[in-house]
């Protein structure tokens, strides 16, 4: 894919899937601006400029709106237009629902769906000034499928897709896409947490016979965002080795 002259946001590409999300569009050619809470944004920024592309790391919070004010102007002075966001940030809370507390609830939400709502919204109004853009959310199939412990999680991954799917039909007109990706269970600290019986568990009831990589992801990340995937919009990709 040919992402030459493109600025791209990547939210919570400190590590795991936005990382690599954040890699493979600089190498497609993509100036990209690194979000994170933690400073190992600005490692992968430095990272990014050792290739030859172009880095930025921008620290803060995308459930907080001032933060997210930050990051879009920060863009904007620094490369001067915005086409490509990627809303990859995410956590999870889990526990059964008789146990969740009103604060797994909260942050699970405000982390992983209110921060779709706040960087889209930051970012449409250039979008939609150079009539082109790519908003691509990282959503999940627990989003689609449900997960036991992960109501909170699936609740937002669900609103994702709604979300999408409603923005695609507003801003379609203006040569902006808007698409959420599925995946299934990928290897990265979000996964490695889980015990090695339960990773095995899962592995049997994957077609694929492997657990996805960060790579499996951002390869799709990649064609969503370039002029080859311009008449695709609202959709869900599933990315889960067959799993669903
Ligand atoms: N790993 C999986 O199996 C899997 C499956 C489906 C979907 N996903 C989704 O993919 C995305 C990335 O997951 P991952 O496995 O790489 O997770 P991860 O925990 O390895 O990385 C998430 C990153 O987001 C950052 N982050 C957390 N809160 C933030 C905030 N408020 N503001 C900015 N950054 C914040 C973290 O610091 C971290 O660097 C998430 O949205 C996750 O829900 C993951």
Known sequence: MNLKGKVAIVTGSGRGIGRVIALKLAEAGSSVVVNDIGESAKELAREINNIGRKGRAVLGDVSCTSDVAKIAETTIKTYGRIDILVNNAGINRDQLLVRMTDEDWDRVINIDLKSVFLCTRAVLRSMIKQRWGRIISIASIVGLIGNAGQANYASAKAGIIGFTRSI???????????????????????????????????????????????????????????????????????IDGGMT
């Not at 990706?181 to 979000?190: R, S, V």
């Not at 049997?204 to 995937?229: K, M, T, Y």
């Open 168 to 238: 695609a039909r507003e801003v379609a007109s203006r040569g902006i896409t808007a698409n959420a990706l599925a995946p299934g269970f990928i290897d990265t600290e979000m996964t490695q947490k889980l015990p090695e019986n339960r990773r095995r568990e899962l592995i049997s009831r994957i077609p694929c016979g492997r657990l996805g990589s960060p790579e499996d992801v951002a390869s799709a990340v990649c064609f969503l965002a370039s002029n080859e995937a311009s008449y695709i919009t609202g959709q869900v990709l599933t």
